[in-house]
């Protein structure tokens, strides 16, 4: 019983890794020009989705939510999202090629946004805030759009300013916090973090 147990407790860490080899397999996929890629881009990246969403569900509902596995979750969920937008570029380059501006000024507020973080707390981001969960779901809609049909216009308009507010919101909660902190829902969790006051955590969502 006890076996099963640990073995149960190891299923958002087996998520979180199952969702890095989805991303790896994906780019494959777009590198040796697979026949009817886009189909098995969209499954496996759906599939990846779903890890990011129950991994820590699940961990929250087994209680093995530890800051060790909330940082792991945080790398693997850029990694994974790299290796997508990788293999799109691979299969949609003229996408990439007519938004260059607007990727790069993305991409560039990302990277922003961890290198501030390390600098602070010598930790990457981990704060796994509700806007940036919504932000998530509408990157997601956009590559899939653009691995279906090459394009995204309307959408990635969206996803792009959307992606520009949720991280400077990154930004804002890693300057607030004191210390480093995981899981925390928005700028205003940060100010209460900041004024060394318990924050409340949805156990389905953030926490």
Avoid at 11 to 37: A, D, E, F
Wanted: charged content about 15%.
């Amino acid at each position: 019983m006890k076996a099963n147990s640990n073995l149960l407790n190891q299923l958002p860490k087996v998520l979180i890794c199952s969702r890095l080899l989805l991303g790896i397999l994906i780019l494959v996929l777009s590198w040796i020009q697979i026949s009817h890629y886009r189909i098995f881009a969209v499954v496996l990246f759906s599939i990846g989705l779903l890890t990011d969403i129950f991994d820590g569900i699940i961990a929250r509902q087994l209680n093995v939510s530890t800051v060790k596995l909330r940082r792991m979750d945080s790398t693997v969920d850029m990694i994974f999202f790299i290796l997508v937008a990788l293999s799109t570029l691979i299969v949609s380059p003229q996408f990439f090629k007519d938004h260059k501006i607007e990727v790069i000024i993305l991409t560039g507020s990302e990277a922003i946004s961890y290198i501030i973080c390390f600098l602070k707390f010598r930790k990457e981001v981990a704060t796994h805030s509700i806007a940036s969960k919504i932000w998530t779901i509408i990157l997601f809609a956009t590559l899939i759009q653009v691995m279906i049909t090459g394009n995204s216009s309307a959408l990635f308009d969206v996803c792009f300013y959307v992606g520009i507010v949720t991280r400077i919101e990154i930004i804002a909660i890693i300057l607030l916090l004191r210390t480093w902190a995981s899981d925390v829902p928005g700028i205003y969790q940060a100010v209460l973090l900041r004024r060394g006051k318990t924050i409340r955590r949805n156990k389905f969502f953030n926490g």
